[in-house]
């Protein structure tokens, strides 16, 4: 379909931006476009206005405050994945970068459209789950942070208000031995949805492990946090075999359905497999063995 | 322009470093602005959602898709398009290289797979493989297998200093030019973004034309009212089944089955209802909506098991329990061979839903000019001239008033073989508007029509002595036709008639059915009808030879075709190195030390192929006549018609040749080819060849680009009409130097004595002395298939051909056991094409069959709801490989010479992606111990039969 009927409007900051979000009804704002102009033209939806964020400076750039790293919400895939403290400190999200469609996409694409757009496969969530990042929303009247894992409210489902603009995400450093992996099935090596992913974060203490969480993607409504798995990592000394036990309990908590990219069952046999190998990892990683694979 | 309705602003756009204001509306992309409004076309429309990489533009240097961007959003930027990449008259290496590589070939990609790599080796002067794969895996390429572009970019700094690199060759004692790996005469157009599709051209006071599609699987049409749309400002025409002749059209002339558009009933969710043209596409698309069809729904069926039964709802009433073709072939005694048998296997395959996706949607344009006599067709096509029978057929006038023009074509591969509902809604809209009638498909539009490959329900038994020797084949096989017949006659008969050109077969038994559904048509492609029993023959082979303990390279050797013999079903092979293809890909992939001693996880396969090179008979048998005049055509053992024709004409000063044939170059490289074998029939360099092959005023008919045809038929045609022209000039020169015209040779762009070295004349001198006293230098030349192929019995036509390819292809993969997931490691291929014209055109054809050939194993499938919707009608949900998916591919080339064919060639094209399905099946088999034997072998089917396994 050709795009018709639309008007552009492109802010300067962040609270011109909420400012028309809060005066045209029905106004979407237009980040990437990769999500939007694609619904747009297949006549999934439909919008008047379109708050472009492209000029906002606000919203751009990978920074560390303190102890946390703050992602600019107009933040593409690629400068994600060039970014050196991304890198450093979160090598995961830095590979689901990598992992995401083309880079022509990935130059187009923003880290909040990936979240607020709230696919159940995005790439970006479920390392960002398992990191405990958190999102800023900015509205005409106020500013709230919301956490990531209580974001999501089903498919392209979220908290965040139509007036709310989601400006920054935070992710707070890691502990050094803290470990995040993420992994993914797909059906071609590029430009290609998840079948399934898996995020997971393990910290270790003494061998054992404080703090662990799997977090699933493209197997439920949302992405969710295996819980009952994740809480049997806890305060076991990881090895593969509590991995397995682990993997196998994330395989009931995914909720999937079956569509054209793989069954239900397959799903689940899926993360089963994503969960063992993605807490491998993760595990390498909070014994500092392994940062980024390339 | 939305008709008024939307307010325009002037932006102000900097594109290749020139400043354009344009007005533009809030909603434009910015690929709809560069092609529109500032005519840069080489930024191509492939699928309009981001998936493809066709309009791959850079901003600021980094590369993006331009239909993804708002063009209000890229002010202030710097848009790179293809026509900025190469300056001051010089290709930029990275283009050179594409050109010198053979990383070209429809060219349609070409353009944003140039942006891609620009901006990476801007940024990165000497990319790993790995860096190079993933820059390029947002550009879907459908043609070359991608190995020759990611050899084009490894190797892009050479040419910073050097414009080509010298073509190796593969037979440079016998020949100059044939033989010779030149780059296609058409690449610096396709690489530069000047090569124009169809899409591209925009001709004064053009309309554009939208279809209403049909919503319901099938129905009858009550009411149609059109009045709203009508009124729509800027809506100049809104057709019906009311304002569309009585005239069926199709394919196969005994089963021409559909309307312009329909009638009164509609068979598939797609099916053309009206077409609204306006002053744009978008005011055309609104109107769409504007139009009320009632419908009275009729109960549908989509599975051809279903449809068959009684009581099914039936499409067509002349098609029987919704039997469109029966089959059925007994050659020798079937029953007595599978006596004969020592071992016999019966196994049931199944395939599936393929379509070709050619990157370039199809698109029509059509005006009348000549005062409204003649009817001007541009079409993307590969088959012009069936297109300019079709039409002059359903409008009811003379063939010699249709001028169509073929311009470049963005890949075929069989869905742009047979006329279209664009070619004739333009040219009826073009005639009851007076004006230009623009029409292009979406992505969803291209699926929606189909004409994909046939999904096959196939039995197969083969029985074998002992030593592996077949006695006996016998399938059965039901294909899913769609809603229409198409092709689809052609293809069942396809479906059985190549089994037996690939090994001895003394007792074959075929039954075919075609069963049509309320889905779209299928058609032909790539391979027509033969892939997917071909896969499963293959298959069947290699378990049979494991049940009994043969190598699967030794079983088939064993049985392997030879030349100069007639098959079972009447066919006449000549040349045949097959064997000598299954030797050279089991040396050269290492099998014997490979297959069975992989780890698991590992695993390497075998498969082999055969093909046409160009179909015996034309798809219609008589004269060329229009509809009202047509009279019983009886079918005879002979051509009527040549199949292809040329004209070599040589410009006054001698120092051009122009040459002139319809043959639809669509990518697969048929201009260079046929360029090459005219310069070396005539003795001249290839860079004095310029062919014309569009315009059907200019060109002699050429059947087209389908059933592998071009080099054997149209390089046969175009030597004929070179010597044609050699003969002319050998008796000029004779006289004057009293000698016979024997003793005369061309060569080097030189006429000579063959053995008086001092009389020579330069070739164009010759030439410009033959125009100065006897007028236009022009040569004549044509090709029929020899008569009387085939056999006797009802269907011997179809799998006739004046000459069979041949080809082995080993497969090497690895299969995540975990998963399912399988990564193709390698592919090792040898083909018999004869003698090559050209190693690297042909090298390309194998290497994109491979890549198109193992996404159709592993990942594509067009699959629908159960009310008969596509779930997948676009490129992000049907899956095509990307760079990063291809394996590594070695294509070899067997020694061998086909009498019948030109310089001794023959096809490549489509035999090239025979071989390809079941040597992937056998390797995932010996990786994974597990068979699949339904198409595609997804992950889930390879791990589903490995816990079935386990259990």
């Known amino acids: 379909m050709i795009l018709s009927g639309m008007r552009f409007h492109s802010p300067r900051t962040a609270e011109e931006a909420v400012q028309l979000l809060s005066d045209l009804k029905g106004a979407r704002v237009l980040a990437g476009g990769t999500d939007l102009l694609v619904d747009l033209k297949q006549g999934l939806t439909d919008v008047k206005d379109v708050i472009s964020l492209q000029d906002i400076e606000g919203l751009k750039g990978i920074t560390k405050e303190r102890n946390r790293i703050r992602i600019g919400a107009t933040s593409t895939p690629q400068e994600i994945l060039s970014s050196s403290l991304i890198r450093q400190y979160f090598p995961a999200l830095t590979e689901a970068a990598q992992s995401m469609a083309s880079i022509q996409i990935r130059t187009l694409a923003t880290i909040a459209g990936n979240i607020t757009s709230a696919v159940p496969s995005a790439d970006f969530p479920p390392s960002l789950i398992a990191a405990d990042a958190a999102v800023e929303l900015l509205c005409t009247e106020s500013s709230r942070e919301v956490p990531l894992s209580g974001f999501f409210t089903g498919p392209r489902e979220t908290v965040c208000r139509t007036k709310e603009l989601l400006v920054s995400v935070f992710v707070p450093l890691p502990s050094s031995n803290t470990g995040i992996s993420y992994q993914k099935c797909t059906l071609r090596e590029a430009n290609s949805l998840a079948v399934a992913s898996v995020a997971s974060r393990l910290t270790l203490k003494n061998g054992k492990t404080e703090r662990a969480a799997i977090v699933l993607g493209a197997v439920a409504p949302t992405p969710v946090l295996a819980s009952k798995a994740s809480a049997h990592l806890q305060g076991k000394a990881p090895s593969s075999e509590v991995f397995e036990e682990a993997a196998a309990m994330a395989k009931e908590e995914g909720k999937p359905i079956s569509d054209i990219r793989g069954s239900a069952w397959y799903r689940k046999e899926l993360i089963h497999v994503l969960t063992r190998r993605s807490l491998s990892e993760a595990f390498e990683r909070a014994q500092g063995k392994s940062r980024t694979k390339k | 322009m939305g008709q008024q309705r939307e307010k325009n ?207 319901i699987p099938h129905g009858v049409i009550k009411k149609i009212d059109t009045r709203k749309a009508e009124k729509l400002p800027g809506v100049k025409l809104v057709l019906t089944g009311k304002d569309v002749p009585d005239i069926m059209y199709g394919v196969s002339p005994a089963r021409y089955d559909e309307y312009v558009l329909a009638k009164e009933r509609v068979r598939y969710v797609g099916d053309e209802v009206a077409a609204v043209i306006a002053v744009d596409e978008k005011t055309a698309e609104e109107a769409l909506n504007l139009i009320n069809v009632e419908y009275e729904k009729l109960p549908s069926v989509f599975e051809p098991m279903e449809a068959m039964k009684k009581g099914a709802p039936q499409l067509h009433d002349r098609f029987k329990n919704n039997i469109n073709t029966v089959v059925d072939h007994h050659f020798g005694d079937i029953n007595k061979g599978l006596k004969e048998a020592d071992f016999v296997r019966e196994e049931e395959f199944v395939g599936n839903h393929v379509y070709q996706s050619p990157i370039e949607p199809h698109a029509s344009i059509a005006y009348w000019e000549n005062d409204g006599a003649t009817l001007v067709l541009y079409s993307s096509t590969q088959v012009p001239h069936y297109v300019q029978y079709m039409v002059a057929r359903v409008l009811d006038i003379p063939l010699g008033r249709i001028r169509i023009i073929r311009p470049h074509v963005g890949g075929g591969f069989g869905s742009k073989a047979g006329t279209t509902p664009l070619d004739l809604i333009t040219s009826i809209a073009s005639k009851k508007t007076g004006r230009p009638v623009k029409m292009v498909y979406s992505r969803e539009e291209m699926f929606m029509f189909g004409r994909g490959r046939h999904k096959q329900h196939m039995k197969f038994k083969i029985g074998v002595k002992k030593d592996g020797k077949i006695t006996a084949v016998q399938s059965r096989i039901y294909l899913d036709g769609g809603a229409y017949s198409s092709f689809g006659v052609v293809t069942a008969y396809y479906a059985g008639s190549m089994i037996p050109t690939l090994y001895h077969i003394p007792n074959y038994r075929y039954e075919g059915f075609r069963i049509m559904t309320n889905k779209p048509a299928c058609g032909a492609m790539r391979g027509h009808g033969t892939p997917q029993p071909r896969f499963a023959f293959e298959s069947l082979m290699s378990m049979i030879a494991d049940d009994l303990g043969i190598d699967p390279v030794e079983i088939r050797l064993r049985n392997a075709m030879d030349p100069d013999t007639r098959t079972c079903n009447d066919l006449d092979v000549r040349s045949c190195e097959f064997k000598a293809t299954i030797k050279e ?103 004095r060849i310029r062919i014309r092959t569009e315009d059907s005023d200019i060109s002699p008919l050429d059947l087209g680009a389908y059933s592998s045809r071009t080099t054997l038929m149209g390089g046969n045609a175009v030597a004929m009409a070179s010597k044609d022209i050699l003969k002319k000039l050998f008796d000029m020169v004779s006289r004057i130097w009293s000698c016979s015209s024997q003793e005369l040779e061309a060569k080097d762009n030189r006429i000579s004595h063959k053995s008086d070295a001092s009389r020579v004349i330069e070739w164009e001198e010759a030439a410009r002395k033959y125009f100065n006293d006897q007028g236009p230098l022009v040569g004549t030349g044509w090709y029929k298939p020899p008569e009387g192929l085939g056999g006797d019995y009802k269907g011997a036509a179809v799998g006739t051909s004046p000459a069979f390819s041949y080809s082995s292809s080993v497969c090497e993969c690895c299969v995540d056991l975990e998963t399912g997931k399988v990564k193709l490691e390698k592919f090792t291929d040898y083909h018999d094409c004869g003698t090559p014209i050209n190693p690297q055109a042909v090298h390309g054809q194998v290497e994109g069959a491979v890549v198109m050939g193992a996404g159709e194993t592993l990942m594509e499938d067009v699959r629908y709801d159960k009310k008969g919707n596509i779930l997948n009608p676009n490129l992000h949900d049907y899956l095509l490989m990307t760079i990063k998916d291809a394996p590594e591919i070695f294509s070899g080339i067997v020694d061998s010479y086909e009498p019948e064919g030109p310089y001794g060639a023959k096809e490549v094209g489509e035999g090239a992606t025979l071989p390809i399905l079941a040597a992937i099946a056998h390797a995932i088999a010996d990786a994974t111990g597990v068979w699949i034997k339904e198409l595609p072998i997804t992950p889930e089917k390879i791990l589903k039969a490995l816990k079935q396994k386990k259990s």
């Open chain 2, 9 to 215: 602003r002037i932006v102000v756009l900097r594109v290749n470093g020139e400043e354009h204001s344009v007005a533009v509306h809030d909603s434009e992309t910015l690929l709809d602005v560069l092609r529109d409004k500032l005519r840069l076309t080489g930024t191509k429309k492939g699928c309009d959602l981001g998936v493809c990489g066709a309009c791959t533009v850079l901003i600021n240097g980094e590369p993006k898709n331009s239909c993804l961007l708002l063009a209000a959003s890229c002010e202030g930027t710097e848009i790179t398009t293809i026509e900025g990449v190469a300056s001051g008259g010089e290709l930029h290496s990275l283009q050179r290289a594409f050109i010198n590589h053979g990383a070209i070939q429809c060219g349609f990609c070409t353009p944003g797979t140039v942006m891609s790599a620009v901006a990476l080796v801007d940024r990165n002067p000497d990319p790993t493989d790995e860096e190079i794969k993933e820059a390029l895996s947002g550009n879907l390429c459908r043609c070359t297998g991608y190995t020759r572009i990611l050899e084009a970019v490894k190797n892009w700094k050479k040419y910073k200093t050097i414009k080509e690199s010298p073509s190796p060759s593969y037979d440079l004692d016998k020949f100059k030019t044939v033989g010779r790996s030149s780059p296609r005469v058409d690449a610096a157009a396709k690489v530069s973004g000047q090569a124009k599709y169809t899409a591209d051209y925009y001709f004064q006071n053009m309309l554009h034309g939208k279809i209403l599609h049909s919503p």
């Open chain 2, 585 to 687: 890909v089991r040396k050269k992939s290492g099998w014997n030390q490979k297959y069975g001693k992989l780890p698991p996880g590992k695993g390497i396969g075998i498969g082999c192929g055969g093909f046409v090179s160009g179909a015996g008979y034309a798809i219609y048998r008589g004269q060329v006549q229009r509809h009202s005049e047509k009279k019983p055509e009886t079918f005879m053992k002979k051509a009527v018609f040549p199949h292809a024709n040329a004209i070599v004409k040589i410009s006054e000063d001698g120092t051009a040749v122009v040459l002139l044939i319809q043959a639809a170059e669509i990518g697969q490289g048929s201009s260079t080819v046929l360029s090459q074998i005219c310069a070396e029939t005539l003795g001249v360099s290839l860079h």
